[in-house]
């Protein structure tokens, strides 16, 4: 079974940074699509980024310029740097892997079979 932890979260000051880590703690990872998500209290899940299997990104308009994302494959984890944190970034960060394409941030939450539980993430400012 096909588990993910994500790590890295904690709290951080507005313009600060922060690099959040995403590992597979099972197996049958997928391996073609692997993305980056966030919820904050009564809001819908939203898509920040993608990376597909040769590198490609892809970046939320909400994040683009200060959030990237990155993948290590010799050790088949995925990160995101955060970069000039805002209030609004305050959330808890998901990260989720598909097999299939399309790989896009526009791609609904379904499109990922495979989750972790998230890691909290707090900006004060």
């Known amino acids: 079974q096909t588990h993910l932890e994500e790590s890295g979260g904690g709290s951080v000051e507005a313009g600060g940074s922060l690099k959040l880590s995403c590992a597979p703690t099972?197996?049958?990872?997928?391996?073609?699509?692997k993305a980056w998500f966030r919820q904050s209290p009564g809001k819908a899940r939203e898509a920040l980024a993608t990376?597909?299997?040769?590198?490609?990104?892809k970046y939320a308009d909400s994040v683009k310029g200060r959030f990237t994302i990155s993948k290590d494959n010799t050790r088949n984890i995925l990160y995101l740097e955060m970069k000039n944190v805002k209030a609004e970034d305050t959330a808890k960060y998901y990260c989720?892997?598909?097999?299939?394409?399309?790989?896009?941030?526009?791609?609904?939450?379904?499109?990922?079979?495979?989750w972790g539980r998230g890691t909290q993430v707090t900006v004060s400012s």
């Open positions: 990376i597909d299997s040769v590198g490609t990104t």
């Open positions: 989720a892997v598909t097999d299939f394409p399309p790989c896009d941030p526009v791609e609904p939450e379904h499109h990922y079979p495979y």
């Open positions: 099972g197996y049958g990872y997928g391996s073609y699509c």
